[in-house]
């Protein structure tokens, strides 16, 4: 079916940019969010079916491809709720719905790309979406915002291709041309190790400006700060989950060679670093969408650590990083409203928020609990199982100082919040605040509640595709 | 023959590290890209013809011709100062340069693969190292910008390299390279000219936490 969502998506998107009627314009998001449940869910019911042949509906794919749809809906409703609360011209609101539109569907095309350069043209487009998104408000900071995205996005891009090209280098030898998973997969005896931990090195390098981990982690974060908090809420999770399966699938492949160890290695480096840059940042930050940004660097650190650590660490990481889809962009829609109330980012200004809106005080509240990976949430279980795994393959270390540094981001990031909810702000005029419904609350509890079910209930189909992913790795 | 291009495209590195105008840089990206349409036409001999010719349009037309047109177009409509300012002496710069090709051929000389032809290796990982020390010391954007695509030409080199097995990779470098360049250049560096005066990385400095 893809090869009717790709052309419908992309004949969205460029309607949405021309139109210039609102009901139109909505009409088509509405449409569109349908139209990517229909089609991930259509996925769903023909697993591992190989199309046009470069998508292939496997386990990995088709589980963020549903979390995609799921957190595409409250995306798109947020989005619509920005733009109207923003007094936004005809144009700028038909880019922004065509930017989030293509984002989504360039996302969901690379989660189901079963070849590598494929995989790596959808990259460069989320790049080009996610720079329009950023740049929604045309200001100096946007600017520095996008430029800053772009450049490294552009050197990271380049990176990934270097790395793709010594993987060729690496198949010279096999006589092998195909770069699909499956091929590679299946001639992992015959690839040039040497080559291969050039390849992996930059893949990873490349990859990781997505995934948000040290060392091209920085882009995201001015990228999440200056876009509109919905699309804000995206980079945050599924396009982070993008870098995930970039780096996921090639992982695979290196995991049946000899340079296991190495690159198990270097991803604990990179994954303990992260969290270390996160600690830092969070424990001294003082800008709330900014301290949200560089949360979901430390979860993409812990994922990763899983991932290296293998065992049940791998099936920990997939679970983390479906649960962290949920739970993070219901802060950053949450943020939204915040905003609305404060109009500033800053620590400084906000406080008792409590007191403004209640149903979105507690959706922060009960979001910091998730976050934080406290017992009802359900990031406690898959953090839990994967520090369960570090303790299994010795990284005694590793877990001890992981451990502390995660309390130091709990004390951080309750400092801030409670702040926020509780404290009265210095200076507020309170006649200035607007009303805010509950309703518009109501997808971040729920986004919250799928994470809380999905961790403690799993439904039998969700672990069937959870251990379809891990089933990459060889056992 | 292609050897002794590849050569003088090491060389044009060293240029580039000791120069100190804007006007130099663009010459040097010209020369550039005629070196890479000689070397495309020497190398790649087993291709079809149409792909050939796109690729080598892509050389001359684009590399050679268009980017540096434009970069010149957007230092007379900026009116960015001509001088290159690198943060450190150009002498220092030259003997990292230097050391960096060294240090390639070493690690080249280690490594035992007939596969690899080792001329290609050694001038695109140089030039790859070369762009990445280019965007790190200078101080305009404009110059991280020409960083930036003297690494898009050390990536166009290496995928020549195995360019006649799999002529896919080297027009998907052809796509990064124009994605790049009009996402880069022509979008956002309009955009900077457009709203900071002579632009400086020091004015995009404020987003930090």
Known sequence: ?475 | MTDILLIMFAMTLLYMSIANRLLTYIRILVFQGFLLFGVTFLELSHINVTNLVLILLETVVFKALAVPLFLNRVIKHNGITRVAEPFLPNFVSLIIITLIIVITIVLSNSIKDINLDKTFFVVALSTLFTGLYIISTRRKIITHVMGYLVIENGVFILSLAVGNEMPMLVNLGIMLDIFASVLILGVFFNKIGDVLNDPDVNQLRNLKD
């Open chain 1, 1 to 475: 079916m893809i090869s009717l969502f790709l052309p419908g998506a992309i004949l969205i998107s460029v309607l949405l940019y021309f139109n210039k009627s609102k009901i139109v314009n909505y009409t088509l998001v509405v449409f569109y969010a349908l139209f990517l449940l229909t089609f991930a869910v259509y996925q769903s019911f023909h697993l591992n079916s190989i199309e046009l042949g470069y998508f292939k509906s496997d386990g990995l794919g088709i589980l963020l491809l549903l979390t995609l749809s799921a957190v595409t809906i409250p995306a798109l409703f947020h989005g619509y709720r920005y733009i109207a609360t923003h007094d936004e011209s005809k144009k700028s609101r038909g880019l922004f719905f065509a930017a989030m539109t293509m984002l989504i569907t360039a996302i969901g095309a690379a989660y189901l790309s079963n070849h590598i350069a494929v995989t790596w043209i959808f990259v460069e487009i989320t790049t080009l979406c996610a720079s329009v998104l950023i740049y929604h408000h045309r200001t100096t900071a946007a600017l520095e915002g996008v430029w800053k995205y772009v450049f490294i996005c552009a050197i990271s891009i380049t990176f990934v291709f270097i790395g793709i090209l010594f993987l060729s280098l690496s198949l010279k030898q096999a006589g092998v041309e195909d770069l699909s998973f499956d091929a590679l997969e299946k001639n992992y005896a015959q690839l040039n190790p040497f080559w291969l931990k050039f390849a992996f090195l930059f893949i990873f390098t490349g990859f990781t400006a997505k995934l948000g981990l040290v060392p091209m982690y920085t882009a995201g974060i001015d990228a999440k700060d200056k876009a509109p908090a919905p699309a804000g809420a995206l980079f945050s999770s599924v396009l982070m989950n993008l870098g995930f399966v970039g780096i996921y699938r090639f992982y695979a492949i290196v995991a049946r060679t000899e340079i296991l160890p190495w690159a198990n290695t270097i991803i604990l480096i990179a994954a303990f670093l992260s969290i270390f840059v996160a600690t830092v940042y969070m424990t001294r930050i003082k800008n709330i969408k900014r301290m949200f940004a560089y949360s979901s660097i430390e979860h993409m650190g812990l994922v990763m650590l899983g991932l290296a650590a293998g065992g049940i660490g791998v099936y920990a990481a997939i679970l983390h990083i479906v649960l962290h889809s949920f739970v993070k962009p219901s802060l950053f829609f949450q943020f939204n409203q915040v905003y609305r109330v404060y109009q500033s980012k800053s620590i400084y200004d906000v406080g008792n928020y409590f007191k403004y809106n209640k149903a979105g005080a507690i959706a922060l509240l009960l979001g910091f609990i998730s976050c934080t990976a406290m017992p009802p949430s359900g990031l406690f279980v898959s953090e839990f199982m994967i520090f369960q795994s570090l303790f299994e393959s010795h990284h005694l270390i590793i877990l001890f100082v992981v451990l502390l540094l995660l309390t130091m981001i709990i004390w951080g990031f309750g400092s801030n919040i409670f702040k926020l909810l509780f404290t009265p702000p210095i200076s507020i005029d309170e006649t200035k605040i607007p009303k805010i419904s509950a309703w518009e609350s109501a997808s971040q509890y729920i986004l919250l509640a799928i994470a809380v079910y999905l961790a403690y209930n799993p439904p039998a189909q969700f672990v069937h595709l959870t251990k379809d992913a891990v089933n990459l790795l060889p056992q």
